[in-house]
């Protein structure tokens, strides 16, 4: 395909791909996320054989995608253009599907969504509640394009952004439109991503860097991955215009090593944008130059922190190192690099497009936009949404996520893995917002949110996180190396029952001291989780210890 | 794995030292695991000195410097897991495979590795074997299809 060389040439591309489309045709998109896959293996092959034996081959489409979040119903099927969508569907579905819905014009009934509380059904994905109830900003689009094709997000208005940025926009005007729409990192902090890339812009040094983070190692969290895998052109879209704004002409995706999908999605993204004169030497005509290179995690929980990221980057051992100078100002080979994980880049193509005024209507008054959240756990569905910030976290576990299941009550909702933070069911009606979270300690993190159900120990799934982290610990500071590990001893011997009067004052002074001394936030925020449930649920800790009882009767040497 | 297959990766990244993460996980894609005569030949033509290289693979968790069974079992211990019974799941392999986490069975058809999310949360405890989850399968089922 030629190369695109001006915003018109990019906007004839699109109504060509449009011209040559018959919006009538039938389309079946099949879910191939992470869930579904494992489920429906073989089944586009499926699809096709049986298109074929009813002469069908050529006359309808059949198209793999991205997740379509609602994982715990899948395997999904939806055919376009009238949007049936099927739940749950298995290899032995297919003959029926293409024999009653493409052939016939008849609904599967029996594939159909049921509304487990009203018993209401529902033919069309976005008739869902789970989807109707979304703001799907982001994910929207996953369903609707084949994530190998470039000309199926190019039809949906892709590149535009980046269109308008590069010929209509100064960098100064770009970095000012994200300032203004006050876009917060979605890794974890919540920083304001204008800031740090007008940090990265002003820095001296000449050369710069641009990284997409999608390590995405906390446990639980896979709705980057969820996106970039369905969209990776969408990310790709946001780190263009962003090494655009901030000067930068090399940029780096570092993502997990152990997703073939997203590999191979990532790398033939990279490469049909090069052909397309997306990438690479003078960007559409506009004279500007971007090049990017993938590298990977390799299974190592601290890679995600930034310094150590970018050590990983170097080609050497990912330890963190000391950040007094911001890697914004000397990052990757001590030159400045401006590290934004996946959803945060995503966000950047609508914010152009768009304007800052329109994405400030969305969201509270300091955390605009919307959020992917997944969540898990003791919940019947689950699965990724993306709702705008100041949705309740009842809405979340009750609405979306459908309660808890075997008719047991909540107990607590998690958020952030590791390092994150719980909240007792008493606080379910705060508001997703960054910081009316973190006041209450239970920071968003990466928006992992796990539903905890009465059977739940505390002092257990603390005991687990400190594990997690001391394994995951790189050992080169002393506060977080020994600290965590001296926590976690002292958090086995409790749900061992041998615990002792002054362990939590022990555990509390400890976590001031890895709070305060540990080298990257692995360390420093070790503490947090445990921090919080002695805050919440302390009288389960002391029922452990003085009373050598589990009141969620899990412990099983206390039963 | 010869020469020639080490040299046709190296090059893919022009011999560039500040690669050698990639030329490591593409040798371990191809010959399942990294011998130390390979190390050291990787070591030589990048010219990184043997030292660094030993920390990149020991310290990186996939990197495997005894070689691995022919089918990879990895088993996953993230939180969505493990409120749903990973550990359980864990002991029943172990039982199953008679081997521990990190180590191959003596015939090499099996060796087991614990880790993090694959995403996949919503299949939990999940479990694969050579990449493929296995859902809605008990493990001695799942165990058979690949003996």
């Known amino acids: ?340 994980n996946i959803e945060t880049w995503a966000n950047v193509p609508q914010i152009i497009s768009k304007g800052s005024e329109w994405y400030s209507t969305i969201g509270t008054e300091r955390s605009k936009g919307t959020k992917l959240i997944s969540f898990f756990g003791n919940v019947c569905n689950t699965g990724v949404v993306e709702v705008p910030f100041g949705t309740s976290l009842k809405e979340i576990v009750y609405g979306f996520g459908g309660g808890i299941p075997n008719g047991k009550k909540l107990k607590a909702v998690h958020f952030g893995g590791a390092m994150g933070g719980s909240l007792p069911a008493s606080m379910i009606d705060t508001p997703l917002d960054f910081d009316g979270l973190a006041k209450v300690g239970a920071q968003i993190g990466a928006g992992a949110l796990m539903v905890l159900d009465e059977d739940t120990c505390m002092v257990d799934l603390a005991r687990f996180f400190m594990k997690f982290l001391s394994e995951e610990s790189c050992g080169k500071c002393v506060p977080c190396r020994e600290g965590v590990r001296q926590m976690l001893n002292i958090l086995t011997n409790i749900t061992e029952g041998k615990g002792k009067e002054g362990d939590i004052e022990l555990l509390e002074e400890i976590s001031e001291v890895v709070g305060e001394a540990a080298l990257c936030s692995l360390g420093r925020t070790a503490p947090a989780p445990l921090l919080g449930m002695l805050n919440y649920f302390r009288d389960e800790f002391e029922a452990h210890i003085k009373e050598k009882r589990c009141p969620a009767h899990f412990c099983k040497n206390l039963q | 794995m010869d020469n020639a297959a080490i040299d046709h990766i190296i090059n893919k990244y022009q011999g560039q030292a500040r690669f050698l993460i990639q030329i490591l996980m593409e040798i371990q894609e191809e010959n399942r695991w990294l011998p130390r005569e390979v190390l050291k030949t990787v070591s030589e033509k990048l010219d990184v000195s043997f030292r660094q290289v030993m920390r990149i693979a020991t310290m990186y968790k996939t990197f495997s410097l005894v070689p691995k069974g022919h089918n990879e079992i990895h088993i996953c211990m993230g939180n969505a897991c493990h409120v749903r019974g990973a550990e359980r799941l864990l002991k029943e392999v172990q039982e199953l495979t008679g081997i521990k986490p990190g180590e191959t069975d003596s015939d090499g058809k099996f060796s087991l590795e614990i880790g993090c999310c694959r995403g996949n949360c919503c299949s939990g405890p999940v479990m694969e074997i050579g990449g493929k989850t296995q859902d809605k399968m008990s493990p001695a089922e799942a165990l058979k299809n690949y003996e």
Request: hydrophobic share 35%; proline share 5%; aromatic share 8%.
């Open chain 1, 1 to 340: 395909m030629a190369r695109i060389n001006s915003a018109a040439e990019l906007e004839e591309r699109r109504l060509g791909i449009l011209s040559k489309r018959d919006p009538n045709k039938l389309c079946i998109a099949v879910c191939n996320g992470n869930g579904c896959s494992g489920r429906n293996e073989g089944i586009i092959s499926v699809f096709t054989e049986e298109l074929g034996k009813q002469s069908l081959d050529g006359k309808v489409d059949v198209r793999a995608t991205g997740c379509h979040g609602f994982c715990e119903k899948g395997p999904f099927v939806v055919i376009y253009p009238e949007e049936i969508c099927y739940t749950g569907v298995t290899l032995e579905d297919v003959p029926e599907i293409v024999a009653q819905t493409v052939v016939g014009n008849q609904v599967v009934d029996r594939l159909v969504y049921t509304d487990p509380a009203t018993g209401e059904k529902a033919v069309r994905q976005s008739d869902i509640p789970y989807y109707k109830n979304q703001t799907r900003l982001l994910m929207g689009n996953n369903p609707m394009i084949n994530p190998k094709d470039i000309d199926e997000y190019l039809a949906l208005g892709g590149y535009a952004g980046l269109s308008k940025a590069l010929f209509e926009m100064t960098p100064e005007q770009v970095l000012e439109e994200i300032k203004k729409a006050n876009l917060r990192g979605r890794g974890g902090g919540g920083f304001p991503a204008g800031s740090k890339w007008e940090t990265t812009r002003n820095a001296p040094e000449k050369v710069k860097y641009v990284i997409v983070n999608g390590h995405e190692g906390e446990p639980g969290a896979f709705m980057d991955r969820a996106l970039f895998t369905g969209n990776p052109h969408l990310v790709l879209e946001g780190l263009i215009i962003g090494a655009y704004a901030i000067g930068s002409h090399l940029g780096f995706i570092y993502t997990r090593h152990d997703s073939p999908e997203l590999l191979a999605n990532i790398r033939t993204a990279l490469k049909q944008a090069e052909e397309y004169g997306l990438l690479g030497k003078d960007i559409m005509g506009s004279g500007f130059d971007f090049e990017v290179e993938v590298h990977f995690d390799i299974g190592i929980f601290v890679s995600g922190e930034s310094s150590a990221l970018m050590r990983s980057i170097e080609g050497k051992a990912p330890e963190p190192t000391p950040k007094y100078i911001r890697t914004s100002v000397s990052g990757i080979w001590g030159k400045p690099s401006n590290l934004n």
